[in-house]
């Protein structure tokens, strides 16, 4: 399946050329047809010589309805960039262009229209002008195509220009991560609600357990169509219909998301994306913090806020890295593209593509933390791998790698790669570098024998004590203080960790005042004090008292009385010596033995 898209000014005849390529009329509203102008977006195919079949979306080339331009855009392999004989390059022309290109469109055809409107002249010079306009992009060596919807000249070397593009482009690959991002929804009587896109990442068959973003409910698939026909499986690339059972039609709708459940489930509420932006060489903006703009991905269109990485505003004709906070639940993946604009007045200020799913805004302090981003801006599996190590020194290749645009296997094959260099690692189920660790375990144990100096009547340092001191996050150093378990190089012994066979000790000023609590336990024998009539708010004495019971000098045996061990010892004797006689026993019976 090739899905090739138009874009070009309003009434350059872009749905005239699909009318004539297919026989379909892609103006399915009643006013488009009143209007004779594309509102919304138009879909059709046919079928080529040798059975492929060529899906084709066709956008509106109005300003006012650029968003639904750029909705139709994104699914699309390549794009058939249509100019006007009559009209030549025009605005919209200009601004359809480089959505294309902010959208990672890389292949196309132009063609120049109405022919029969313009002497063979002039038509010479719109195109001498359009290979001006086009120079530098994408589109500087495509091919070029005029032709007449009126007469029909030129549409057999389309067709067979579009047909050899199809042959060129790589199929897009079934990542095994289904998004179907909504168009349009309706109800079908019998059928109930129906949704439909273009789908991306993946396949749905009938019968799959489905979900949608973002109102999180789940059903399944009824059954499935594709260009009028009903198909068992839809296909990456495929313009779907899905017929939906068990989710009722006020839950979804044009920009929700239809996906695998888990990935909807587990997709991270009030997230921040950062991303890469290129801003337009002729917008009018300088992209500055908290500047309020609509990102369009997918189908979804929502506002949001967005922070500079850098120290400098982002000026027109170039590029950088943003932090997007959507104001609404939005769905985007590591690769997606998208288009910014502002929400009011509407006009197109750049795009990009997300580089990752963050908690938060990060504070200007940690923006160095950050750096791994500028690894990413041209991404690939392998650079994703790289820089998510960058930034985690643990990667669980399917929680890190859930949400992008690489599937599992391409994942795993790098990663095999990595290790069969030794240049990664992997333990209890997660990678690591072998350098990163080596350093973070040395310095772990410092952290661990440091401590213990410091306190050498302590049998151990906390998780969270150790991240305090280390300065890292307790999640990062988990997998550290599993690994050094793993290796024998710390014990665990209930919720603290120690080095293998060390003893605690005591010392100075705080072995003297546990001798003498000691002492004072010794004394009292059967009728200690309590606890906080022990140690009063003297934090020393309860630092010894705390010591006793790790020395196995004293016994607590409520959160307010403890015994010295050997009048606890003796207590325990009295209580088998009395349970050998009796299968009762009393207080008064263990005081007369006391």
């Known amino acids: 399946m090739f899905i090739i898209g138009t874009a070009g000014h309003i009434d350059h005849g872009k749905s005239s050329i699909i009318r004539r390529l297919t026989?379909?009329?892609?103006?399915?509203?009643?006013?488009?047809?009143?209007?004779?102008?594309?509102?919304?977006l138009g879909f059709a195919w046919y079928d080529t010589s040798d059975g492929n079949r060529i899906g084709i979306v066709d956008v509106p080339g109005h300003e006012r309805f650029v968003r639904n331009m750029i909705a139709g855009a994104g699914g699309i392999d390549a794009v058939l960039m249509v100019v006007a004989a009559d009209d030549g390059w025009m605005p919209q022309s200009e601004e359809?262009?480089?959505?294309?290109?902010?959208?990672?469109?890389?292949h196309g055809i132009v063609v120049i229209t109405k022919i029969d409107l313009a002497e063979p002249g002039w038509v010479d010079l719109v195109e001498q002008d359009i290979a001006e306009k086009l120079a530098g992009t994408f589109l500087e060596n495509a091919p070029v195509v005029r032709l007449s919807s009126q007469t029909g000249e030129g549409f057999d070397r389309l067709r067979e220009e579009i047909e050899r593009l199809g042959a060129a482009i790589v199929q897009r690959e079934d990542i095994g991560k289904p998004r179907l991002f909504m168009d349009r929804s309706f109800v079908v009587a019998g059928m109930g609600g129906v949704a439909t896109g273009t789908l991306r990442g993946g396949s749905l068959a009938v019968g799959d357990d489905v979900a949608v973003y973002p109102s999180k409910k789940k059903g399944k698939i009824r059954s499935l169509q594709s260009h009028n026909q009903q198909v068992k499986i839809s296909y990456p690339a495929q313009r779907t219909a899905v017929s939906l059972t068990g989710i009722d039609k006020d839950y979804f709708g044009r920009g929700s998301v239809l996906s695998r459940p888990d990935l909807v489930e587990m997709y991270p509420d009030n997230l921040v994306l950062a991303v890469s932006v290129s801003i337009l060489p002729e917008s009018s903006i300088v992209l500055e913090n908290r500047r309020r703009l609509l990102m369009i991905l997918g189908t979804t269109e929502i506002e949001g806020e967005a922070r500079l990485y850098g120290d400098s505003p982002i000026t027109p004709g170039s590029e950088g890295i943003i932090f997007f906070k959507p104001f609404d639940p939005l769905m985007a993946f590591i690769g997606d593209r998208f288009i910014l604009r502002l929400p009011t007045p509407q006009i197109t200020v750049g795009g990009g593509m997300v580089l990752d799913l963050l908690e938060r805004i990060p504070r200007r302090k940690d923006r160095r933390n950050y750096r791994y981003l500028n690894g990413r801006v041209n991404l690939t599996v392998e650079s994703l791998i790289a820089t998510e190590f960058e930034n985690n020194t643990f990667i669980d290749a399917r929680s890190n790698f859930r949400y992008c645009n690489y599937s599992e296997d391409a994942i795993g094959r790098i990663m095999n790669s990595l290790k069969s260099q030794s240049l990664i690692d992997e333990s209890n189920g997660r990678w690591y570098r072998p350098g990163d660790i080596d350093n973070l375990m040395n310095s772990t144990i410092?952290?661990?024998?440091?401590?213990?100096?410091?306190?050498?009547?302590?049998?151990?340092?906390?998780i969270g004590g150790l991240a305090e001191l280390l300065k890292i996050r307790q999640a990062s150093l988990e997998p550290i203080i599993a690994l050094l378990l793993e290796k024998g190089k710390l014990v665990k012994k209930k919720n603290v960790y120690n080095l293998p066979g060390r003893e605690i000790s005591v010392s100075g000023e705080l072995k003297k005042t546990a001798e003498q609590v000691e002492e004072k336990l010794r004394n009292t024998a059967f009728t200690p004090p309590l606890i906080k009539e022990l140690t009063g708010t003297d934090a020393s004495v309860r630092e010894a008292l705390d010591y006793l019971i790790r020395a196995g000098k004293a016994v607590k045996i409520s959160p307010t009385l403890v015994y010295h061990v050997d009048s606890w010892k003796s207590i325990v004797s009295i209580i088998r010596e009395l349970l050998k006689d009796s299968e009762t026993l009393s207080v008064g019976a263990i005081r007369e033995k006391m």
């Open 23 to 40: 026989g379909i009329d892609p103006d399915r509203l009643p006013e488009e047809k009143a209007r004779e102008m594309t509102i919304d």
């Open 96 to 106: 359809h262009l480089q959505i294309t290109r902010l959208l990672g469109i890389r």
């Open 446 to 462: 410092n952290a661990v024998e440091q401590y213990l100096q410091r306190f050498p009547h302590r049998d151990g340092v906390s």
